[in-house]
């Protein structure tokens, strides 16, 4: 059993060496609401940006004060860093009319990339949105010919009454004009090469981009995962217990977690990772350059 495990992990790497500069990956940040927020964020940028990601996207709320800080953030990245930056954009808190205005100021504003998602609900509230994502991208692809991604969800959506529900809800999107589907942060490998065989299954032709998220803070993570129904390994539990008061080794366990997933999934083939920065750099940017992602463009 030793043999076989060095005999597939020798696989892994080999693989490493025969995509070293072959992958694409893309970042997600999130508006800053202090200055030293702010200048954390801009460093993070000014870091990654020389890797030369397919994308930067920014995420925001529902209500119109922080739509206005993605809006801020996202020009200035593209005036900055010349990268293609893609606002996040959902339903929720907007009527159609809204969303068309959106889209127009961003089309004219040289954005052509868009996250299409629905939102999160309010707190509390027990109605059913007027508009989901899949009608958003349709909304979208009626102003202009964005390049738009959205949400897949391989531990299904919380909200979802079953799998199948949930995969016809990817495949809507995918037959109204997504590009692509980037998946929400998992840990199962395993789940995730399921899903994707699902999605190719019934005919979702897609790229479906899984979701990277190093974990530098575990009690948040736990919390948060309850709530996005995804799954924490028991052994995550063991890797990071007793590390509460040690943020330089939860450093060290998140980068080497994140880097085992991103051997296995370029194994099976994925050729494009998304980061969820938590608008931090070190451990995304040590990651690519263990893909041989390496610093292309001058900031």
């Known amino acids: 059993m030793a043999f076989a495990n060095a005999q597939y992990l020798e696989a892994i790497n080999r693989n490493l060496q025969d995509v070293a500069g072959k992958v694409n990956v893309s970042f997600e940040f999130f508006p800053p609401k202090t200055p030293q927020m702010e200048q954390t964020l801009w460093q993070s940028i000014e870091r990654l940006a020389p890797l030369a ?64 998602l629905r939102g999160d609900l309010p707190p509390g509230s027990t109605s059913k949105p007027d508009l989901y994502a899949a009608d958003l991208v349709e909304i979208l692809r009626s102003v202009a010919d964005f390049d738009i991604s959205v949400a897949a969800y391989p531990e299904v959506h919380p909200e979802a009454p079953n799998a199948q529900f949930d995969l016809l809800n990817l495949k809507r999107k995918a037959d109204a004009g997504a590009s692509r589907a980037i998946t929400q942060f998992f ?70 977690i994140a880097m085992e997933m991103v051997k296995v999934l370029s194994r099976e083939g994925v050729d494009h990772f998304h980061f969820y920065t938590l608008n931090r750099s070190e451990l995304s940017y040590a990651i690519c350059h263990l893909l041989g992602v390496r610093p292309q463009l001058a900031v």
């Not at 004060?65 to 929720?92: F, W």
């Open 53 to 116: 990601p397919t994308f930067v996207s920014v995420t925001y709320g529902a209500n119109s004060g922080e739509r206005d800080r993605t809006h801020d953030i996202i020009k200035s990245i593209k005036q900055r860093t010349g990268l293609i930056a893609a606002p996040h954009l959902t339903c929720v808190d907007a009527t159609k009319d809204d969303l068309i205005s959106i889209a127009k100021d961003y089309w004219q504003n040289g954005i052509r990339h868009i996250v299409a």
């Open 187 to 256: 840990f199962d490998i395993e789940k995730f090469l399921r899903y994707r065989d699902r999605c190719a299954a019934i005919g979702i032709d897609v790229d479906i981009i899984p979701g990277i998220l190093p974990v530098t803070n575990f009690q948040q993570l736990k919390k948060f995962a309850a709530l996005t129904n995804v799954a924490v390994p028991q052994w995550m539990h063991k890797a990071y217990d007793g590390l509460d008061n040690d943020a330089t080794t939860r450093n060290l366990v998140a980068a080497s």
